[in-house]
């Protein structure tokens, strides 16, 4: 279960059929007396067929409907551009996207240039938040055993409460702490962090956003009314980990950054397969009682910064000069409808239609160039001005420029069932 929420993680927009619905899912009642998995895949490959934005692309003849939906789904998508059409069950659907849930420790790690894997953010229902762990500290062992790319996962063990681990961490000034803790059902919070940081005589707001779930909204409003109160002129969004989510979400927060210079202006537009020209959709940027005065946008990015990141930058830079800080984002240009096959108990979420700005561009399939590259640096936490992306965006905010080159880097690392990987992992 938990590898098949990373995907979605890593690349999803959900929007709806009709527009000011959060998510629509359009009901599929299965034969009765069919066999379940032929009965479910039969209705992937109807739906496939009719709303798949590459549905011209499908192969001529029909896979096994056999397979497991979600093999069955990735018979039929379009490689090696699709990489993000999936099929999960009801309830990992709720877990995630209604609840905003998930089974584990409530941490997530990554690995540095010396192949020690570090904290890279928690979630505040997490034991280890409560316990003080933050961002930077290293792994040191689990269970007293040295944690290495071929058997951390082996080590966590799976994703589901009630399994125990002792944890050895080493601290920024060198010192250890061991502790023991429990997975459970975490709540997921999508504001990792905010505060300002005053630089001369700005006072700038800085936003860790993890995910454009639907509760989000209520923490993006106890944010920007605490950015508001400061009076901030600047706003440095870190979306470093964020991999998408709702497109309701996205349009709320352009409306919050740019709803001062592009109130009532085209956002982002889908468009859908030439079956459905009819569904193409245009929302637009509405200001609202949270909206900054913001004359530009400073966002830091990573390959995991996807999907509904990548249409919230893209749809405010026709307004405002937007400068990305940290390496090339993910690449999904695209977006999902969301289909409930009802009496099993799946979901499906198949590409449906693409996305594209007020100017007409949406062709980052190889991800949104940054205009200052930088690294990942787990070695600080967040809101630290020595860390590497914060400090330039600062740094530019001061002196109108970046400083002199930081090399980016990625230490990839083996994971068991998907390969080689850099993404930063929740678990």
């Not at 979605?8 to 009901?27: F, M, N, P």
């Not at 706003?235 to 950054?257: H, K, P, Q, T």
């Not at 590409?351 to 949104?368: A, H, P, R």
Request: a negative charge; glycine letters at 8%; proline letters at 4%.
């Amino acid at each position: 279960m938990k590898w098949l929420l990373q995907k979605i993680i890593l690349g999803i927009v959900i929007s709806s059929l009709l527009l000011g619905q959060s998510c629509k899912k359009d009901d599929i009642t299965p034969m009765s007396g069919a066999d379940s998995t032929k009965a479910v895949n039969t209705y992937i490959y109807e739906i496939v067929k009719e709303w798949y934005l590459w549905y011209d692309k499908l192969p001529s003849n029909t896979p096994d409907v056999y397979l497991s939906p979600q093999a069955f789904l990735d018979s039929l998508t379009y490689k090696p551009i699709d990489r993000w059409s999936f099929v999960i069950t009801k309830k990992e659907y709720d877990d995630y996207f209604v609840q905003g849930t998930m089974y584990g420790h409530g941490f997530s790690f990554s690995l540095d240039a010396e192949n020690r894997f570090r904290i890279a953010y928690l979630f505040k229902n997490s034991d280890l938040y409560k316990a003080g762990v933050h961002r930077s500290w290293i792994i040191e062992k689990i269970n007293g055993v040295t944690p290495d790319t071929g058997n951390i996962f082996d080590l966590l063990g799976p994703s589901e409460a009630g399994i125990t681990n002792i944890f050895l961490f080493k601290k920024p000034d060198g010192s250890e702490v061991t502790d023991t803790f429990t997975k459970k059902e975490v709540t997921m919070n999508m504001v990792l962090y905010r505060d300002t940081l005053h630089v001369d005589n700005k006072i700038v707001g800085y936003l860790v956003f993890e995910g454009f779930l639907a509760d989000a909204e209520a923490e993006l409003n106890e944010a920007f009314d605490y950015f508001n109160k400061a009076g901030i002129s600047e706003l440095v969004l870190d979306l470093r980990y964020n991999g998408g989510g709702e497109l309701s979400i996205a349009e709320y927060l352009a409306g919050i950054i740019g709803g001062n210079a592009a109130n009532n202006m085209p956002f982002v537009t889908l468009t859908y397969n030439d079956k459905h020209q009819k569904n193409n959709t245009t929302t637009k940027i509405i200001k609202n009682s949270k909206t900054v005065i913001l004359n530009r946008l400073f966002v830091i990015t990573t390959k995991e910064t996807a999907s509904a990141s990548e249409a919230l930058i893209n749809g405010l830079k026709p307004y405002m000069d937007v400068y990305l800080i940290g390496s090339q984002t993910y690449g999904k240009p695209t977006g999902m409808n969301v289909y409930s096959i009802q009496s099993y108990n799946y979901i499906l979420a198949p590409v449906t239609f693409k996305l594209t700005n007020k100017n007409n561009y949406g062709d980052y399939f190889d991800g949104l160039p940054v205009d200052k590259q930088a690294i990942d640096d787990i070695y600080h936490d967040f809101g630290n001005r020595n860390e590497a992306c914060l400090s330039q965006a600062l740094y530019y905010i001061q002196n109108g420029t970046f400083t002199a080159s930081v090399k980016a880097y990625y230490v990839p690392y083996k994971h068991p069932k998907q390969g080689w990987r850099t993404e930063v992992i929740a678990y």
